[in-house]
């Protein structure tokens, strides 16, 4: 897919109305039974999913980062296509072993992990990815009381970031993992601890839609695992090289080519079997993999008109949908793709607004959009991925919007 056929455009039927899971929007919403909702599109999730998994090796593993998407009809039907599931904290953690996901494939990164979080942890059995050593300390307590020792991966603060990432997350100072340099100290840890060393978690940043900084990125990973290898605890089994893939928001981004990343994916697991037996690449990826299947649908309460400009205020905004305001990390703030259902005829300018009381509750800033009446649907794309659950949800006590997977 290229900017000219942005992933947005979902299909119409005659009438204008966007078709989500092969129906009418309209009809859709009514069988929900409220506004604002998310709607998330099965076959879009199998899809992306399906055709990922079918052009990366046997060797390398595809896991959900469920922090982008924690609704529990979504990990579930996402457990099923993916290898494994990566949690954030115990209330995840909940969730997907609520799939029937094996405890074998599931992870847990995280900066703030509790003493009960990580006790949780171990006696499910999951792996941990160790970010300081705190955690080495409450997880070999963890492991006398339940008698396994806890399975363990060391997430490193790498000594570069990834280029072009729309949110950094190693490199310099950071609360992240623990410090290149730390991890002979760790490992010794580790070793000391009889904790069951099982592999490293390198994850260098967020939101990227250049293949060759990805690339770029995961073979330096790769090659740093390499360097600890006198120092291992034990054969590395799980190499994980974190997710950060990106979606396009605008119509002047491009989409990311996952090709020449997959294909670099396929050769260093060729070098894997040679350097380390036994051992999987990982990945774990959130964004990508639901964010083009959600949509986020408001109707338009109010229409007015402010000093030449359009306004239609609509009954959902920033307390749902932090991100499509812009207020979700983003530098500058950008429309995300929205549209007007159905077609009244005619287009205009119009700015969508929520009913929160700042001007920070925008969805469109000055947008190009079908003309909308009150009682219209309006829709937000690209919205499967941080959206709900990443958004100030009390904010103004609003009701919470529904989700539906369809
Ligand atoms: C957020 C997160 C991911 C997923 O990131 P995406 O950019 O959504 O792919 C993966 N791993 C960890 C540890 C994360 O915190």
Redesign the pocket.
């Given at each position: 897919m290229n900017a000219s056929t942005p992933s947005w455009d979902w299909p119409r039927d005659t009438t204008g109305e966007i078709l989500v899971g092969g129906q009418p929007l309209t009809r859709v919403v009514n069988a929900v039974g409220s506004t604002p909702c998310y709607l998330y599109d099965r076959q879009r999730l199998t899809a992306r999913a399906q055709a990922l998994r079918a052009s990366l090796p046997k060797a390398v593993l595809l896991h959900y980062?469920m922090?982008?998407n924690p609704m529990p009809a979504l990990v579930g039907h996402m457990a099923r296509l993916v290898d494994g599931l990566?949690v954030?904290s115990a209330g995840e953690l909940r969730v997907a072993l609520d799939t029937g996901m094996a405890p074998e494939h599931i992870s847990f990164?995280?900066p703030g992990k509790s003493d009960g979080e990580l006790q949780q942890a171990v006696a499910a059995g999951i792996l941990v990815?160790v970010e300081s050593f705190r955690e080495i300390k409450v997880l070999a307590e963890a492991s006398q009381r339940n008698g396994v020792p806890a399975r363990v991966a060391v997430?490193v603060n790498l000594p570069f970031e990834l280029k072009a990432s729309g949110?950094k997350?190693s490199g310099g100072a950071r609360q992240f993992g623990v410090d290149a340099e730390c991890v002979p100290d760790l490992l010794r840890d580790i070793a000391g601890a009889g904790l069951a060393f099982e592999g490293f978690?390198m994850?260098a940043g967020?939101?990227n839609l250049r293949h060759a900084a990805i690339v770029e990125a995961q073979t330096k990973c790769y090659e740093q695992a390499l360097e600890w290898q006198d120092l291992l605890p034990a054969p590395i089994r799980s190499l994980n090289l974190?997710?950060?893939?990106?979606i396009p928001y605008s119509p002047g981004e491009a989409a990311l080519d996952a090709m020449p990343v997959t294909d670099n994916l396929a050769a260093l697991s060729d070098r894997l079997v040679r350097d380390l037996p036994g051992a999987h690449i990982v990945i774990?990826?959130?964004?990508?993999l639901v964010g083009e299947a959600g949509i986020y649908v408001s109707r338009v309460i109010d229409r007015k008109r402010s000093r030449g400009q359009v306004f239609l205020v609509v009954d959902g905004g920033m307390h749902h949908h932090l991100a499509a305001s812009g207020n979700f990390g983003q530098v500058i703030r950008r429309n995300y793709p929205v549209a007007v259902n159905g077609r009244r005829g005619g287009t205009e300018t119009a700015n969508v607004v929520g009913p929160l009381c700042t001007p920070l509750d925008l969805l469109a800033d000055r947008m190009e959009l079908d003309v909308a009446e009150p009682g219209d649907l309006v829709v937000v794309f690209q919205s499967g991925?941080?959206g709900r659950s990443a958004s100030p949800r009390g904010f103004l006590s609003h009701p919470e919007a529904v989700e539906a997977l369809v």
């Open positions: 980062a922090k982008a990566d954030a990164a995280g990815n997430r949110m997350m978690h994850f967020s939101q974190g997710g950060g893939f990106g774990e990826l959130g964004r990508y991925a941080y």
